[in-house]
């Protein structure tokens, strides 16, 4: 049966649209996705479409692995598993941060098992097959005499380091736009010499969610009143409102924003720090956006009252209150930079409806525990706010799972996560080479709900 999307004029119309992607498949999805609406159900719950996640975003386009300083030392690795891929992520003996794949070119092994650690070479534990951090196979037993070591290095991934953030890309060819965010976040995030830094804490959660449901979350403060009592002592419940939608409510909070945001101008000013927006969340592979913006309270970190959770600023600063500086960049990652501790968020899908969210705690080299900063103080805030922000994302996906769900409209402040999701789409038709439905088509309710469609 052809059914006539809302909007046609003529069944011609609905017979061209109907030839090229058949009604309840992927393609017709991606090709149909309605704007301003959450995404349909299959997309947060379908096996199928999560392992097209994966092909067109987590093995195309650039992700987060960790920061330099998880790897502070020649011979440091870490693992980072994406789908079925593996990825060695270390530094070699010139300092250089490497990345291979963690399959032996013997027979096939996974080289390392353990998450992180340190090694002088990567040795194979089947048949001991020895390669440098380099990824050159230096010692491979007795072999024919035509045998060259050469060919058999490891296989190496795109690595790109950002101001002491290590991204990765397991595409053959890698989106070259990293070269333009690179240029233009660096002058913000490189005051706080993240090369500097050392892990004061490491927080694995996961997230019974869909990844792009993290993503979303994370792309909007609507649910921060209600939602996270720890983080609103300090992070400004209008974030995301332009100044005519802020409701009266929260005028007050607006007033002190507003405050807040003179001092951290000045300050920003004498530190040489950016603070102006950059927003590029979609219409490119490397979707991202940065801002420094004021914190509430003392306005010096994320903690109770706003005062410093370590008393050893980072870079050169010479005072703490530098707000935040808050950078997210898709499909895996966010990050906040504030002036005596850095938090960095990386993200990986385990299943469809299953998200890693990998939360470090960087502070300043020489910072001690128990004299500088303290574990709980520095944690609590965003300790507090992942478990809140994995309930929310869980709840969301048990809903979505219902077959009563239907996409709901996004509200204007949350205009970041409709950026996202157009984001998201553009790289599942970029992927399969899929076109945009007309937009009257996309109006279309799902078959049997034509009357919840406004
Ligand atoms: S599979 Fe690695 S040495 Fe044989
Ligand atoms: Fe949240």
Redesign the pocket.
Known sequence: MTTIPRGSTSAQDATTLATEYTRGTWEHAVAHRRPGYSLEAPFYTDPDYYQKDLEAVFQKTWIFAASVAEIPEPGDYITLDVGRASVIIIRDDDEQVRAHHNV?R????RLLTDTTGSVGNIV?G????TYSPEGDLIHAGVQAPDFNPACFSLLSVHVKVIAGLIFLCLAKDAPDDIDDVADRISPYIAPHALERTKVAFQEDLVEHANWKLVMENNRECYHCEAGHPELTCTFFPTYGYKVEEIPKRLLPAHDRYLAAEQLLSVNADRNGLLTEAIEELSGRPTGFRIQREALDGAGESYTKDGASASKRLLGSFDTPVLGRLSLHVQPNTWFHFLGDHVVTFTLVPLGVDRTLVRTTWLVHEDAVEGVDYDLPTLTEVWHMTNAQDAELCARAQVGISSPAYLPGPYAPHEYQVEEFVTWYIERLREHAGIEAAPAASTLAAPAGTEEAAP
Not at 126 to 129: A, D, F, I, L, P
């Open positions: 032996c013997h027979r096939g092994a194979c089947y048949h001991q097959w």
